[in-house]
């Protein structure tokens, strides 16, 4: 998984309220158990006509948020279903950041797992990041984990909380995977004891 430190990076203004995961990637495209390729149809049913072409004014369609790095979202993002295609196919969009007031518990962990990092955050800056957000891309924040703060392109600066354990994997890229191969010699060691003491098993 990828490290997360610190991102600089346009900020798309989402408003909506309880997006739920059928509209962050349709149960449609639910058809491969590869963590990559679903990019292109995230909000799919936001973003394209039904003949394929885009919606012009859905905002991740706009020129200047295509690259959006950051997500500020309304409430109640990731409620539905507990697909983990939903954090899939923001990071492979290229999202690794999410402001809300409140998440879904199973995709706010999800999206730790998947390297993307959710921030909870009180109405009135959600709003204030909101605002900072549609100005277009030439208002870029930043996020840093580590100091756990937002930087508004106004230089403005939010403190946010974030789990110690969930913090550590994000900065050092480990998921559920490469928390488990953490232990990798104390696994091989007790493999080889247990083989000496029960070769029949």
Request: glycine share 6%.
């Given at each position: ?33 590869q963590?990559t390729?679903f990019g ?16 012009a004014d859905f905002?991740l ?6 690259d ?9 993002f ?6 983990e295609?939903a954090?899939w ?19 706010f962990n ?12 009180p109405?009135?800056q ?8 549609e100005?277009?891309?030439?208002a870029?924040?930043?996020?840093d ?8 392109s ?17 900065l ?9 191969m953490e ?14 003491e029960?070769?029949?098993?």
């Amino acid at each position: 998984m990828e490290k997360f430190t610190k991102i600089q990076g346009i900020a798309a203004p989402m408003p909506l309220v309880n997006i739920d995961t059928d509209m962050i990637i349709p149960k449609v495209f639910l058809k491969s158990i590869q963590r990559t390729g679903f990019g292109k149809n995230l909000f799919d049913e936001m973003r394209y006509n039904r003949d394929g072409s885009e919606i012009a004014d859905f905002v991740l369609n706009k020129p200047q948020y295509r690259d959006a790095e950051i997500l500020i979202a309304g409430d109640n993002f990731g409620c539905g279903s507990s697909r983990e295609h939903a954090p899939w196919a923001i990071a492979d969009f290229g999202i690794r950041c999410i402001v809300s007031t409140s998440f879904a518990d199973i995709f706010f962990n999800n999206s730790f797992k998947n390297g993307i990092l959710p921030i909870v955050l009180p109405q009135e800056q959600v709003d204030l990041l909101m605002k900072d957000a549609e100005k277009g891309a030439n208002a870029r924040m930043t996020v840093d984990l580590e100091a756990q703060e937002i930087t508004t392109s106004d230089g403005e600066v939010i403190k946010f909380e974030v789990d110690a354990f969930k913090k550590h994997c994000l900065l050092n890229g480990l998921d559920d995977i490469g928390l488990t191969m953490e232990k990798a010699t104390s696994i091989a060691s007790f493999e080889d004891k247990a083989a000496q003491e029960r070769p029949w098993v």
